[in-house]
């Protein structure tokens, strides 16, 4: 997966001091990278009768339906607070300074809907976590969570025992 590492810029101190940004978007631009990322993050998921894929905002969008529709399931969004138009169920997080809501349709998993959670990084695992809560909220059953990239000292899967998660990449 070292190729993939290649194709990932890093940027010191965005947003702010101190921070080092894997920015993904030089990835998503390179086809074979592209390729290459989305078939290891599908590929341990294909035939294990996955009904939807849970993306979350935003480049978990853009990853989670070019999963979604490898492994041929449905796809779902899931959105920053008063993004979505119909009726919703909410899940607030703690951020370093302050909390965070996400939020999906109130309808967007049925109950008993196997799920697969996708995002590009797992860094705390807030926002994760949150995620699975929804997931779990309107009865779906989780079956894994996989990121492009995961910081490994940020401790993130700790948030996430007892779950099925992989990383592509691990820094």
Do not use: C, N, W
């Amino acid at each position: 997966m070292d190729v993939l590492k290649t194709r990932i810029r890093h940027v010191p101190d965005f947003p702010k001091t101190g921070i080092l940004f894997y920015d993904v978007t030089t990835l998503l631009r390179d086809p074979e990278g592209f390729r290459l990322a989305i078939d290891s993050m599908a590929g341990p998921h294909r035939g294990k009768g996955i009904d939807v894929v849970v993306g979350i905002e935003s480049r978990g969008f853009i990853l989670g339906a070019a999963v979604a529709d490898r492994i041929g399931a449905g796809f779902v969004p899931v959105r920053k607070l008063g993004k979505l138009p119909s009726s919703t169920v909410r899940a607030t997080y703690e951020l370093e300074y302050g909390t965070d809501s996400l939020e999906m349709h109130s309808d967007a998993v049925q109950p008993g809907q196997r799920v697969l959670i996708v995002d590009d990084l797992l860094a705390t695992g807030g926002t994760a976590r949150a995620t699975l809560g929804l997931v779990k909220q309107l009865g779906g059953q989780v079956a894994g969570l996989v990121f492009l990239i995961e910081l490994v000292a940020l401790k993130g899967r700790s948030k996430l025992e007892g779950e099925q998660v992989g990383a592509v990449l691990q820094y």
